[in-house]
């Protein structure tokens, strides 16, 4: 189908299997390559594309883990196979790659989902370079090699679709995250270029931009006690029909607010977000303060 006309179509596609439980969805039979699958949103969405059918390629640093996830998913009727691989392992992802398209041929969908977050002022971060570093060897390099790896395959099927997950730091550009949000940033207009460059080709990308969600990821950040936050699982039937439906994006009201409000009126943008970041400082584990306590309390 081209893709010009996948919007309406998917919409339709959608009205169908609303008003007819039983169609299947357009995921049975896919591969589907999950990145992050150990844990949290990761987990969640292979957990919900298995379910629908799909193959689902469980990847991540952590082996046991992922076999966990996959014998749970194996015991529910699903597929699953499970990869284990550091994505900042340049070499590793290649080794991944080549193995993937001797055992699949091409991978139909991919989940760009593993990543790091750092809440941290540029204030602390002069003599820390590594950060941005490690954002960008996580949340960018990494994704990028592998989507690389796999896009060829993918355009000469004739069809492929890929899902960044990122952030609503990029629509709002929020204080003290400098060196995550540009890197997911930088993956989120990789993904819009991808897309275009492939249109004739049938492959897509949706940049999916999630907002707080109940991970492990967020809880060394002080400023997210108590804020609501969405649910792994609830994140995951979003990505998932995002796999189904081929959107360019998925938003939520506050980044796309936020995006409007940064354009509309860029400099009392700044001093909105300057104010709310001067009433939310850097937490303990910014400031090093964590790691100093629990070696004090290791040397007591």
């Known amino acids: 189908m081209n893709p010009l006309f996948q919007t309406p179509a998917a919409a339709l596609s959608r009205l169908r299997r609303t008003l007819r439980p039983g169609t299947p969805s357009p ?17 969640a969405t292979a957990r919900a594309a ?3 059918g799909a193959h689902v390629l469980l990847v991540a640093r952590r082996g046991d883990e992922l076999a966990r996830v996959s014998s749970e998913i194996v015991a529910r009727g699903g597929r699953a196979s499970t990869y284990p691989l ?4 340049g ?7 080549e193995r993937l398209l001797s055992e699949h041929s091409a991978v139909d969908y991919l989940v760009n989902n593993a990543g790091r977050s750092i809440r941290r002022s540029l204030d602390l971060s002069y003599d820390r370079f590594h950060d941005f570093e ?15 790896g796999l896009l060829p395959a993918m ?46 080709d049938n492959v897509t990308c949706t940049n999916v931009r999630v907002a707080l969600v109940a991970t492990d990821m967020i809880g ?26 081929r959107p360019i994006t998925v938003n939520g009201f506050i980044g796309s607010f936020s995006e409007v409000f940064n354009l509309v009126s860029p400099r009392l943008a700044d001093f909105v977000f300057a104010e709310m970041s001067r009433r939310v400082p850097d937490s303990a584990a910014a ?4 790691v100093a306590r629990e070696r004090a309390g290791a040397g007591g």
Request: aromatic content about 8%.
């Open 50 to 52: 298995a379910q629908r």
């Open 91 to 97: 070499e590793a992802v290649d080794a991944l790659v």
């Open 287 to 290: 400031k090093g303060e964590v």
């Open 27 to 43: 995921l049975l039979g896919a591969t589907v390559l999950i990145t992050g699958a150990s844990s949290g949103i990761g987990e």
């Open 155 to 200: 355009r000469e099927q004739k069809f492929g679709h890929v899902v960044n997950i990122v952030t609503w730091g990029n629509q709002i550009k929020a204080p003290k995250f400098a060196a995550y949000i540009a890197a997911k940033s930088a993956l989120d207009v990789f993904g819009r270029i991808m897309g275009r460059e492939a249109f004739f």
């Open 86 to 89: 550091d994505l900042t392992d």
């Open 220 to 245: 060394p950040t002080d400023a997210y006690a108590g804020r609501r936050a969405e649910s792994p699982e609830h994140c995951a039937e979003r990505i998932v029909r995002a796999l189904e439906d």
């Open 134 to 148: 490690r954002m960008m060897a996580v949340n960018f390099f990494g994704p990028v090699r592998l989507t690389m």
